[in-house]
């Protein structure tokens, strides 16, 4: 058994408004092992991004517990990439945010974005990258702080189809070769299927898990890869029919 | 610079595409002064030259020339320049930094906006020129008074743009911050305020205009000296000559101010981009 980097035990949360409060999760519970790739696939409005929200801690649950061993990093569906900063700005923000801006974990940032063929954007403005790139660089700027979980609210959903699944290799590449653990939330079963070791599949809300299914590809972690085996199909039919029940 | 180097080799089409543009610059460029001319030729051939309409009352070009001239040799014209410029400046200067201020008191807590709502609404609807007598009692007849009008005139609309810019702050970039650990501080000074700058330089634009209104408004309750003076002192003396050249004067120098605005913008989006 891997070391478990993330637990959520029995949560449960509720939404306050003024006209009413929602529960968003019910006794919800779920355990992320270290360098474990998770997607989540939920109905929509099932409360995806609420968890990741508790995950990161920027929500704190009206019953159970959220452990984190580790820092986390989260990666939206834009890129939300600062128009008026350059490449390498972006890159450093959140060191800059965490008081982090030291020579050498700029150094090792740069080096990232290097590795990752953003050496000669380092200078130029997100306008001036494709959609793609952009995504990429907002990926590098999720991993500029070292973060131990990498949390993915439907990175790819705001790119074209072929963007998509470009990028989805290239983000599932680069979450491989840097050992991270990733926790993707997504609506896109296909996605969820060619990027994860294990896919969870939430109820409507109040969201629980209904289903955990460990993917069975064996050494093959290349998205593209996977949409060609033959297993692919099957996973999508089983999982398109547990979302829609 | 790297377009320098190589010189770009465009069409034949892309070059007529450019000439037409020019063209049409030159074209309207054209217009805009033939404008000018006809409106200045027509004024004054219909009231000194033809005599159909009698200068006493529409002025004309010519007595406008001659009056700011002697205005200017008796050395009074750049004092009341001087002195309504000075007015109007100082007011937007106040104005802008007072509204930029109390805009990110109002942005940081939610609770301030909510219980000062009701008396911004107010403010903001209130005629200014109202306050006038209070002002006279307050501030007295000199310039401090005319500063004064020309700050409340402005303060409220810089507030109410800016906070407005503030609060459309991106979501998302607030959230991608926030899970970053990013503290209140740190939300404003990396997101919120870089974020608002195209907003800031149009709330100037506006507060410029806004300055104007308050100087010359100021000027007509009370004041002893300035364009707005010469404005009212030549219409209670039904000298319209006087109160030509001083609008005349007024127009360019508003516009001067908002050129200044221009040249600003182009050198802070410059400065953003480098």
């Known amino acids: 058994m891997k070391k478990e980097i993330l637990r959520f035990s029995h949560v449960s949360l509720i939404y306050h408004t003024r006209h009413g409060e ?29 968890l990741l929200s508790l995950a990161a801690g920027l929500l704190k649950p009206s019953a159970g517990e959220v452990e984190t061993l580790g820092t986390c990093g989260y990666m939206l569906q ?25 020579p050498e974990n700029r150094e090792r940032a740069r080096a990232l974005a290097q590795k990752y063929g953003l050496g000669d954007f380092l200078q130029s403005y997100p306008a001036e990258l494709s959609g793609g790139m952009r995504q990429r660089a907002a990926l590098i700027r999720t991993l500029a702080t070292d973060p131990d979980i990498l949390l993915l609210d439907e990175p790819f959903s705001a790119l074209d189809y072929q963007t998509r699944l470009n990028v989805c290799d290239d983000v599932a590449a680069i979450i491989r070769s ?15 299927v060619s990027l994860a070791d294990r896919v969870l599949v939430l109820t409507k809300r109040p969201a629980r898990v209904a289903y955990t299914h460990e993917m069975d590809f064996g050494d093959a972690v290349k998205p593209l890869k996977r949409r060609e085996m033959p297993q692919f199909s099957g996973w999508f039919e089983t999982l398109w029919k547990e979302l829609n029940q | 610079m790297k377009h320098t180097e190589e010189k ?17 610059q030159i074209v309207v460029w054209s217009l805009r002064l033939a404008l000018l001319a006809f409106i200045l030729a027509a004024w004054e051939l219909v009231t000194t030259v033809f005599g159909w309409i009698d200068p006493f009352f529409m002025s004309s070009p010519s007595r406008i020339a001659k009056t700011i001239a002697s205005l200017y040799e008796d050395g009074t014209l750049f004092y009341h320049i001087g002195v309504t410029l000075l007015e109007t400046v100082v007011g937007f200067v106040i104005a802008v930094a007072v509204g930029c201020i109390v805009a990110l008191a109002l942005w940081w807590s939610e609770t301030l906006r909510k219980v000062l709502e009701p008396y911004i609404v107010v403010l903001n609807a209130l005629p200014k020129i109202a306050l006038g007598p209070v002002i006279i009692i307050w501030f007295g007849t000199g310039s401090e008074a005319i500063i004064f009008m020309t700050v409340l005139v402005g303060v409220i609309v810089a507030t109410l743009h800016m906070l407005s810019a503030f609060i459309a702050t991106d979501k998302n970039k607030i959230l991608l911050l926030r899970s970053m650990g990013a503290s209140k501080w740190q939300i404003l000074y990396k997101l ?6 195209a907003s800031f330089i149009a709330m100037l634009k506006v507060a410029v205009g806004m300055s104007w209104i308050g100087s010359i408004m100021g000027e007509y309750i009370v004041s002893k000296a300035g364009l707005g003076y010469l404005i009212v002192y030549g219409g209670q003396v ?6 030509m050249s001083a609008t005349l004067i007024l127009c360019l120098l508003a516009a001067g101010m908002y050129f200044l605005v221009v040249l600003l913008e182009k050198i802070l989006v410059k400065n953003a981009e480098n």
């Open chain 1, 78 to 102: 834009k890129d939300e990439l600062f128009p008026w900063r350059t490449i390498e700005k972006n890159i450093f923000l959140p060191l800059e945010i965490k008081k982090q801006n030291t």
């Open chain 2, 192 to 197: 919120v305020i870089p974020s608002s700058l």
């Open chain 1, 178 to 192: 840097e050992g991270k653990t990733a926790l993707l939330i997504t609506h896109d079963i296909s996605e969820a």
């Open chain 2, 8 to 24: 770009p080799l465009y069409t034949q089409e892309h070059l007529l595409y450019l000439k037409k543009r020019r063209n049409h």
């Open chain 2, 238 to 243: 039904f000298k319209l000559d006087l109160v």
């Open chain 1, 22 to 50: 929602t529960l968003a999760a019910e006794n919800l519970s779920l355990s992320v092992g270290e360098g474990e790739f998770v997607a989540i696939i939920g109905p929509s409005g099932c409360g995806k991004t609420t």
